[in-house]
């Protein structure tokens, strides 16, 4: 099992996340938490939350908790939802592992805005490519 720090480590190689300031708060036995404080950087034309930065906050967390147990899982399909506009503020996800048999896992991801509001929803599906 790996250590929060290593897990840390490794994801520092992500310089994508690291632009945005996505932060890894808690990672391991599958599961992972991750969160940003949103910016006006990251807002669409409408003074929102651009979904693509959503849906990479949501990735980034699928990818910390499925490679927490063992590196080399990768995205096969994801599938987001929008449900609210969320607030200013701090974002977090949440990533919770649903199947992990064999080398195919599922894993749902819940962002929510720093009032506890569910802003999006997305279902991720990956693939270990080492065994």
Not at 31 to 60: I, M, P
């Amino acid at each position: 099992m790996k250590t929060i720090e290593e897990i840390r480590a490794h994801f520092q190689k992500d310089r994508f996340a690291a632009k945005l300031g996505i932060q890894i708060e808690r990672a391991g036995q599958g599961e992972a938490v991750c969160s940003v404080q949103v910016t006006e950087e990251q807002k669409n034309a409408l003074g929102r939350v651009q979904g693509g930065f959503l849906f990479t906050l949501a990735d980034f967390t699928f990818a910390v908790a499925a490679n927490s147990r063992q590196m080399g899982t990768v995205t096969l399909d994801s599938h987001i939802h929008y449900l609210a506009a969320p607030a200013d503020g701090r974002l977090t996800a949440m990533a919770v592992p649903k199947s992990t048999g064999g080398r195919i896992s599922v894993y749902e991801v819940f962002i929510r805005d720093e009032h506890g509001q569910e802003v999006a929803l997305m279902t991720a599906t990956g693939y270990r490519t080492r065994a």
